[in-house]
């Protein structure tokens, strides 16, 4: 392979097409003559792009740090306007002349086998007619982001943040619970209608897109666009099913457990969350300062140099942690890939569930870390059901550390708390992914309809609880799922990706010093090979069959009947 070298200077302005425009014009006019020419070519380009995505990162994260902030919202819609639109038939010419050049053949093909079938992908679906169509579907996601980050209540005397509001739903006295439960929904009901506004354009724009690529529905072209070579529509609704078969019976089984251990009847959607033998919340740090500590130490404890990435996030700008009034919802990690740094946003509030985002988000992060030397930018992001491997595993792996946040009992109750997880996570996400499936396969659908799907999926796959007065806060319950918003089909990954997680807790009881070492050398592929071999380099089995379903599901609830 050739050697990398620095194509893109660091003082380049890409948030200027003028900037960027003979930079991106030279790689397209450059002469190929042989197999070495092309993969400078392909070196040239990816540094450029990495350059151009770290432009992009940085401005979508000041929106999310702040959704108020005019300019940084002027500033990211600016991008997505004006220089994003120009980009993507320069882009698209590039994939063309490497994909289709000559001398594409002679590259080595165990190194770009994954990248040529990913551009081929790219040329096959793009459109310059879908390009509006993602700039205001990038401009309606901003907006739905906005509806959610300026929600706010008023209670306990002080104005509170959804997430914060979050704290409530934990407390062992019940009316506190009801009454948060209540704020919450009250709340998210006021722009039940706006939400619903958002969403209507977003499907009608997202089924021309498919239409003018030639798809029938844009289930099927997202499927493709998400370059899913290994799995296809109709293994998501086998999968669907063995959850349905494996996971919902246990889920429901758990439900009664907590109605009858909080000796309730019926269970209600603000007791889902509280301790059921009446111990207070786990409360693993009172501010973000202690979570990063008490994290650095975990991770070193851990070993594997677990606890060396940890700290090199703890400067330079890669940590935004605490809920705040105006902060966008929800966690992510994204990577810089230019400075190839990657940065951190959760909304912490001090709850069990922000060390669990944390480490989540971690999990991210080294993956990051651990693949950011490929020269390749492709390559150093994977697919997203081997990305999320690598965030869910850690949730588990680090169970074990916990006590640098809990004593022993909590401990306990953390393991439990996360292999409980594992049946709602998964409920869940049939519910989402199959909602998604009959929203795109039936474009036309009226709002009334729609709720009608959701309260079908809800009585499939839901929780064993009573709605009773409140089947608008039910039937409005997919609003606060933002993927279905920014990302939409990006779910069904986190049930496979959960299936590979529980694999790798179950490698870590057997020898734990394996798992993490597996699992480092799966990250460290990063993208560079098909997604059933990222796995197996892993040490786990990439299956959406109901066999594995149903083992993984017996090894849980073993553990949870012991517990």
Not at 389 to 416: G, I, N
């Amino acid at each position: 392979m050739a050697a990398p070298r620095p194509y893109a200077p660091s003082n380049l302005d890409a948030t200027n097409f003028a900037a960027l425009e003979p930079h991106y014009n030279e790689l397209l006019s450059r002469t190929i003559a042989n197999a070495d020419e092309l993969e400078q070519l392909i070196l040239d380009r990816s540094d450029l792009d990495a350059l151009v995505a770290e432009c992009t990162a940085n401005l979508y994260i000041a929106t999310t740090r702040n959704t108020e902030d005019k300019n940084a919202e002027n500033a990211y819609l600016g991008f997505v306007r004006d220089v994003d639109p120009k980009l993507k038939p320069v882009s698209s010419a590039l994939d063309k002349k490497i994909a289709t050049n000559p001398h594409a053949d002679a590259l080595p093909k165990a190194r770009y086998e994954v990248l040529l079938r990913g551009l081929r992908v790219d040329i096959e679906l793009f459109r310059e007619a879908n390009i509006p169509l993602e700039t205001e579907l990038a401009e309606l996601d901003q907006k739905y982001n906005q509806t959610i980050g300026r929600m706010s209540v008023e209670f306990d005397g002080k104005t509170r943040t959804m997430p914060q509001m979050g704290r409530y739903l934990e407390e062992s006295d019940r009316a506190v619970r009801e009454s948060a439960w209540r704020a919450i929904n009250e709340r998210r009901l006021q722009d039940r209608d706006a939400i619903d506004e958002i969403f209507d354009r977003m499907i009608a724009l997202r089924h021309q897109m498919a239409l003018n690529a030639g798809f029938p529905n844009f289930r099927d072209f997202q499927h493709r666009r998400f370059k899913r070579f290994d799995y296809t529509p109709a293994d998501c609704m086998a999968m669907h099913a063995s959850i349905e078969q494996h996971l919902v019976p246990m889920q429901r089984r758990l439900d009664r457990e907590r109605a009858n251990d909080l000796g309730i009847t019926p269970l209600r959607p603000w007791d889902l969350a509280v301790d059921v033998k009446g111990r207070k919340p786990l409360r693993p740090f009172e501010n973000a300062q202690q979570l990063v500590d008490g994290c650095s130490r975990m991770f070193h404890a851990m070993g594997g140099g677990l606890g060396e990435m940890f700290d090199t996030m703890r400067t330079g700008d890669c940590l935004d942690l605490e809920s705040r009034p105006g902060k966008a919802p929800g966690g992510y990690q994204y990577q810089r890939q230019y400075s190839r740094t990657p940065f951190i946003f959760m909304n912490a509030a001090g709850m069990h569930r922000d060390l669990v985002t944390m480490v989540h988000e971690a999990g991210h992060a080294f993956h990051s870390i651990l693949s950011k030397e490929d020269p390749l930018v492709e390559y150093r992001n994977s697919p997203t059901e081997f990305a999320e491997v690598a965030s869910m595993s850690m949730e588990l792996l680090t169970l074990p550390y916990h006590h640098e946040f809990y004593s022993q009992d909590e401990c306990k109750r953390a393991l439990r708390e996360r292999l409980e997880k594992f049946p709602t996570i998964m409920t869940w996400i049939a519910t989402i992914d199959a909602f998604q499936h009959w929203i795109y396969t039936n474009p036309g659908h009226t709002r009334a309809q729609r709720t009608e799907a959701w309260r079908g999926l809800t009585a499939r796959f839901g929780n064993d609880i009573a709605w009773a007065g409140f089947e608008d806060a039910r039937d409005a319950s997919w609003q606060r799922q933002l993927h279905l918003f920014g990302m939409p089909f990006y779910y069904i990954e986190y049930g496979i990706a959960e299936t590979g997680a529980i694999q790798m807790w179950m490698n870590a009881r057997r020898d734990q010093k394996l798992a993490l070492a597996n699992y480092r050398k799966g990250l460290a592929l990063g993208g560079s090979r098909p997604l059933p071999e990222l796995f197996r380099t892993a040490g786990l089995r990439f299956e959406l069959s109901s066999g594995l379903m149903h083992e993984l599901a017996t090894e849980v609830d073993r553990e949870l009947v012991a517990s």
